[in-house]
């Protein structure tokens, strides 16, 4: 994975996090709203954008359909995009503390 990857916009974040599991858009946003603890509320139009656009990266693929509403999953590409994403997010969260700590001594 190449160090100049951009950092995901936490809508992307949870979409992907949502699609380890077969999903169709309304479960992704059910997903990202219930992890969030209501904080986050993806949009139909934000979903649907963002899956045409991870389709195309390949982080993403359509899941067999089953008749109904079509789902989607997520790729080993898009996963490890998400566990560069977490390796990123984790060094900001320690790079703050240690910040934190340091300034309370």
């Given at each position: 994975?190449?160090?100049?990857?951009?950092?995901?916009?936490?809508?992307?974040?949870?979409?992907?996090?949502?699609?380890?599991?077969?999903?169709?858009?309304?479960?992704?946003?059910?997903?990202?709203?219930e992890m969030?603890?209501?904080?986050?509320?993806?949009?139909?139009?934000?979903?649907?954008g963002a899956i045409k656009s991870l389709l195309k990266k390949k982080w993403i693929k359509a899941y067999e359909e089953d008749g109904r509403k079509k789902e989607y999953i997520i790729t080993d590409l898009g996963k490890e995009i998400v566990e560069f994403e977490v390796a990123r997010l984790k060094e900001l969260y320690i790079n703050g503390q240690n910040l934190l700590n340091r300034e309370e001594l």
């Open positions: 994975m190449s160090q100049e990857h951009t950092p995901l916009t936490e809508g992307v974040y949870y979409i992907l996090l949502a699609l380890y599991e077969p999903r169709h858009g309304y479960g992704i946003m059910q997903f990202a709203e969030s603890n209501g904080r986050v509320k993806l949009g139909a139009g934000t979903i649907y």
